[in-house]
Every structure is written in C-alpha cells, then in structure tokens.
C-alpha cells in the first residue's frame, strides 16, 4: 500500500525555525508527501521564506491568512491536505529522517 502524507504547518513570526522546520520534511526517506504551510498573520519574514521554497518545491502548498489563532490556522490546514494521513510538526519543530516511513509502516 502506497501512504501518501499531508504534512501541515502553522506558523506565526516563525522566521528563526522554518527552514529548519521545512527541510526535515523535505529530507525524509519515505518521499509520498506534501507540505501544507498556514500563516497566520506573521510580520517577520516568515513568508519570505516560506515562498522561497514554494517556489522550489512543487509539493508545498502555502496559504497565509490574518491572525486568527492557532486552531484557526490547523483547521484551514486540514482543509486544504489532499491526503487522509495527516501528519503536524510545529513551527519549531523537525521530523526525524525516518519519521514518515515509520508512520507508514
């Protein structure tokens, strides 16, 4: 059975994470996913940053709306995921390398 994840990110004022953030998505040995990013109303460089890899990776799908919260920002994530397996790292997070090979399994 091929698993295809939906990875999503909320993010506010999370320019000193996100790269990393993002690139322990982009590094994982299972490759069947997609990166869903929420803004929530950041006013740092978040989006800079955000849109620099939308523009490299074709499987990042970035949205940005006013701050509305956190919950806000999660339920607009799950609504745009094209998969049923939903995976959430936080902003300031990474995923270790195998991270959604083991969730396939």
Not at 56 to 61: D, E, H, P, Q
């Amino acid at each position: 059975m091929n698993v295809f994840f939906s990875v999503i990110i909320c993010c506010y004022n999370s320019e000193k994470y996100i790269r990393e953030t993002i690139d322990s998505v982009i590094k994982q040995s299972y490759e069947n996913w997609e990166i869903i990013v929420i803004n929530d109303g950041s006013t740092d460089r978040t989006e800079d940053i955000v849109l620099e890899y939308k523009n490299k990776i074709k499987n990042l799908i970035y949205f940005k709306q006013h701050n509305k919260g956190f919950a806000a920002a999660r339920n607009k994530a799950i609504e745009l995921c094209s998969y049923d397996w939903i995976v959430i790292i936080d902003h300031d997070d990474i995923c270790v390398r195998d991270r959604l090979k083991i969730h396939a399994n």
